[in-house]
Each structure stands twice: as C-alpha cells, then as structure tokens.
C-alpha cells in the first residue's frame, strides 16, 4: 500500500518517497502527498524529480490496481527521463500546487452546498476551473440564494477538521451520508469525515482547506435541470 500523506498533510506541497515499482501504467511508490483521481475530486499533477535531479512531469494520480495502491502517471514523450527508473530509486514529489490548492478550496465550496441544499447529491466533479454538485430534488433552487449564501459562509471563516469515527458509529447514523453515488470506504473499521465548524459533517476522504474564508468568492456560473429528479449546481471562483 502507498502511504497517503495527503490524508492529514493536505498542504504539504513536497515529499520524500522510494519507487516501488514502474510499469505501463505508471509509477508507484511508498509513499505520496499526490491525491488519486477518486470521489468526484480530480487527480494531482505536479513532478516528481529522479535522484540525479532529472524531472518527471506527472500528468495525473489514480488508483492502482491493488488495494491502496497509487499511481503517478508521467505525461507523455518522457522516455529519456524514465530509463532505467526502478524500484529503490529515491525521489522527490513536488506538487503543481496552484492546481491542487484550487481543488482543495472546490471542494469546501462543495460541502458548503451540501449544507445549503438539503438533499441527497448523485454526481459530483471538482476540477481546478469549477465544481459541480448534482442534487436528487425536484423544487427548482434560486441562484442569487446559493450566492448570498456561500459567501456568508466563506466570511464567517468557519474551522475545517477531518474526524474519525467507527463503522458502526456510521451505521447508527446513516443520515451523514449526503451521496448517492459514492460511499464511504468501509473494510478498514473507521471512517473519516470532514466536519465544517457549525455547518456540515459528511464522509469525505478528499482534500480541503483549513477554514472557509481561504475558499474565496464564487459565484454560481449555471443552474439545470438534468432530469425530473435531478438539479445540477456548478460554481467558479470569482477571479
């Protein structure tokens, strides 16, 4: 299993690691601050740099094929700068941190959705240029609302944790669970939720910020309707 530092160092840019293995589908190694493309959340991309200092543009992360495996996929035409790449190998991850710190602040954003629209959500996207929500709910939603409240929630600067709690603490409270699409990882015996100070409480295994107010402003760029159950919400950054 890789490591995953991002689980509790969500703003830690740099990392050291040793390669474990590099095949067809990428490089995986023991240890990653580089989030896998998962729950809606897109993949890091960044560089990881070889121990003579050569560079590896990383294009994308996602899941291994093995349970808690992560890979790191290098963009293409890098043949020179991955010969003879092999297991051992020590090297440095370096995220594009711009890209990940916009998926860090979208994906609050969505959590403040979630406790603006009370209801149940069936898809998800958080990209590094908008995030969407999609919500089961027939009632139309009214933009200049969702607007007024997301940036009242952004500047009351409310704390951001991640907690734990037990499988079966989760199962005693099945209303925590805001999405229909993704459920939470179970098979480990806990369960990490985000919890927004006052605001919302849900699993989450993604990254985010440390307090609403980083988010900065937004604004709701499209409002549809995707079928008679459905509502979809997409938010930008007000740039």
Known sequence: MTQELYREEPYRAEAEASVVRVDERGIVVDRTNFYPRGGGQAGDAGTLLRADGTPIAIADTVKGEAPGEIVHVPAPGQEGALANLAAGEKVSLRLDWARRHRHMRFHTATHLLCAIVPHQTNGCSITSQYARLDFDMTEPLDREHLERELARLVSEAHEVRTVWITDEELDAKPDLVRTMSVK????????????????????????HVANTREIGALRVAKIEKKSARSRRVVIEFVE
Do not use: A, F, N
Not at 184 to 207: A, F, K, S, Y
């Open 184 to 207: 939470p990882p179970r098979g480990v015996g806990r369960v990490r939720l985000l919890e927004i100070d006052g605001v919302d409480l849900q699993p989450c295994g993604g990254t």
